[in-house]
């Protein structure tokens, strides 16, 4: 069956005709896709095409899909039962690879999405200093969660509603959100709430607004500051963790967090979160702790097993070597496409993510992304697809490159995206 016949049967039983609101393409126009199978760097629609794929199930695919090593571990586990509802000796290789992986984390527990692990760090935070008061950025994404969907990025960004309707206004008021990259407005916003903020939660490369790296000493000035007022720092390296390093942006920059929430890439495509960090906060999660926090599904032996095939894939040698070779040679041929067109534009990378702003103000928070011209990004979008290269469908969504771009399809998107921008 056709995807657009799909989509017509789809916008008739699940609002928007999807499962998560990016999905249905409405910033770049169009209608979604069905996807029938993936391989590889390759996703094949119902349609027949094939595209070479960037978005890699938003970050947890660094191997590519249906990769042969994760899939055999989940058959594995699939042979021996779905799910026990009981402790399973998966979950305790898991906690010792996170743990061996990410150094500030002495203690994590496993939980089922990105959002359930920011939305538990949070409660953690408020319940260890018994203060109410959080901390965000504008244009960072953790979940659609009520103390966090304010201000967001992601789709709640792309869709205009970084504010949900339906979060609570007196929710609300304990979130404060602060520009990125400013110092200033740090020192003010803890000044103006003393011994009142519980913690500070930021994706340290900011992600869901592009790709933003903070600039020298931000994350060292936050560092201090939070420590000195008795704040619990969490670096939310959903979607950085594993993957720009096997210690996530904090191995990068040097900054151990109090605690850190990730996602993504330790499901190796199943649905998982984890959260952890210092073991005097995490001792006060239930059953040692008072802060309840629970899951039926939690630790689930599938989900334990690809992820820790994935995680163990991240140790072959070289492994972020390679991937931030393609991310180089995407940027370079991206960029060096862009100059030549005379397009005002940049194409900020690190390792394996990258994103494409087409505005001329360097970009260091939401307000400045936000400079970036949506229209020209939607044509680059539908260009793009239509050759055979799927891009994030959205102008604020960073891409994603894994191990199995190497080659043909790396060389071939270059020269695809090329294309496109000449023709823009
Ligand atoms: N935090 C970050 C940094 C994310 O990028 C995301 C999702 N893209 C989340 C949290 C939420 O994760 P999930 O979609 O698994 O709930």
Request: charged share 15%; with cysteine; aromatic share 8%.
């Amino acid at each position: 069956m056709s995807s657009e016949s799909l989509f017509a049967r789809a916008q008739q039983l699940i609002p928007g005709g999807v499962n998560s609101p990016v999905r249905a393409f409405r910033s770049v126009g169009g209608a979604p896709f069905f996807v029938q199978s993936a391989q590889g760097a390759t996703l094949t629609t119902a349609d027949g095409q094939e595209l070479i794929d960037f978005v890699c199930t938003w970050g947890p695919a660094i191997h590519g899909h249906n990769n042969p090593v994760i899939r055999d571990a989940i058959a594995d586990a699939l042979n021996r039962g779905t799910s026990f509802g009981t402790p399973n000796p998966y979950e305790v290789e898991m906690a010792e690879l996170i743990t061996r992986f990410v150094p500030s984390i002495k203690k994590v527990r496993m939980c089922n999405s990105g959002t359930e692990a920011t939305m538990s760090a949070i409660r953690l935070a408020r319940g260890f200093t018994q203060r109410d008061k959080i901390i965000k950025f504008a244009g960072c994404y953790h979940g659609h969660s009520d103390s966090l969907l304010i201000k967001a990025g992601s789709g709640a960004l792309t869709h205009g509603h970084p504010d949900s309707a339906g979060v609570p206004a007196s929710f609300a008021q304990e979130t404060i959100v602060l520009p990125f990259n400013d110092t200033a407005a740090l020192t003010e916003a803890f000044a103006a709430n003393p011994g009142q903020i519980a913690g500070v939660i930021l994706e340290p490369y900011p992600a869901n607004v592009g790709l933003i790296k903070p600039e020298p000493g931000y994350l060292n000035f936050l560092r201090e500051l939070t420590a000195r007022e008795g704040t619990v720092l969490i670096f939310d390296e959903v979607m950085t963790g594993f993957r720009l390093a096997k210690g996530g942006v904090q191995e990068l920059e040097g900054i151990t967090p109090d605690l850190t929430t990730l996602g993504k890439i330790i499901g190796g495509g199943l649905p998982v979160g984890a959260f952890g960090g210092r073991a005097d906060i995490m001792d006060k999660l239930a059953p040692v702790g008072p802060v309840y926090q629970a899951g039926t599904l939690s630790g689930n032996p599938l989900a334990m097993a690809a992820g820790i095939a994935a995680l163990k894939l991240l140790e072959e040698t070289g492994t972020y070597e390679r991937l931030a070779a393609l991310g180089q040679q995407v940027q370079a041929a991206v960029s060096s496409a862009l100059q030549a067109k005379g397009l005002p534009a940049q194409v900020p990378q690190v390792g394996s993510m990258f994103c494409t702003y087409f505005t001329e103000t360097p970009v260091r928070d939401l307000a400045s992304a936000q400079t970036t011209d949506t229209e020209l990004f939607a044509r680059y979008f539908r260009g793009c697809l239509e050759q055979g290269v799927y891009l994030p469908p959205s102008a604020y969504e960073g891409c994603f490159i894994s191990t199995a771009h190497e080659g043909a399809a790396i060389d071939r998107a270059c020269e695809i995206m090329t294309r496109v921008i000449q023709s823009l």
